[in-house]
T-cell receptor
């Protein structure tokens, strides 16, 4: 186990709804990154949070937003859900700095119907 | 944008066989990473490569960072059933990425027949 925990593990939402996914980082890690993994694809970087602020963003629309809390845990919020948002959402925690390993959680499987 | 191209997409091998997969790009990267993902789990780092030409082993796994910095390969020797999974190459983008901000390939799905 990596020490990175995500909740919930599975979720079904209706198109147009909003969803919040949660991630607790590994002890001592101050940086959290979120990825979207569609079926049959590699993970795609959504954004990263460091010191409670967004610190880099991939090619995702503004309806994907996040938060990081003082204890370094994080939330991913997605508004106005679309069918294509159905995917495995992965959280990874790491220490700030280029070569420190990022550890992934087991992911949240989101299905939008 | 920067992309990583993995091949093959999938492999079906017999237990005991050696496996080779690779990852190429038209862009130069300064770090190459290899991950394994099993069903219902997140990716787990297998090997990290930080220097062009570097050859690194982790048990039965060996990976190399290409001299041109545009490719990497992963070899698995004497495969066993628990090697089943999807293997991803990944790299931090050159515009200030880190291991928390990675570009991933599409993966190589490995199946091992006992």
């Amino acid at each position: 186990e990596t020490g990175v925990t995500q909740s919930p593990t599975h979720l079904i939402k209706t198109r147009g709804q909003q969803v919040t996914l949660r991630c607790s980082s590994q002890s001592g890690h101050n940086t959290v990154s979120w990825y979207q993994q569609a079926l049959g694809q590699g993970p795609q970087f959504i954004f990263q949070y460091y010191r409670e602020e967004e610190n880099g963003r991939g090619n995702f629309p503004p309806r994907f937003s996040g938060l990081q809390f003082p204890n370094y845990s994080s939330e991913l919020n997605v508004n106005a859900l679309e069918l294509d948002d159905s995917a495995l959402y992965l959280c990874a925690s790491s220490l700030a700095g280029g070569d420190t390993e990022a550890f992934f959680g087991q992911g949240t499987r989101l299905t939008v119907v | 944008g920067q992309q990583l191209n993995q091949s093959p997409q999938s492999m079906f091998i017999q237990e005991g066989e050696d496996v080779s997969m690779n990852c190429t790009s038209s862009s130069i990267f300064n770090t190459w990473l290899w991950y394994k993902q099993e069903p219902g789990e997140g990716p787990v780092l297998l090997i990290a490569l930080y220097k062009a030409g570097e050859l690194t082993s982790n048990g039965r796994l060996t990976a190399q960072f290409g001299i041109t910095r545009k490719d990497s390969f992963l070899n698995i020797s004497a495969s066993i059933p628990s090697d089943v999974g999807i293997y991803f190459c990944a790299a931090p983008p050159n515009y200030g990425g880190s291991q928390g901000n990675l570009i991933f390939g599409k993966g190589t799905k490995l199946s091992v027949k006992p």
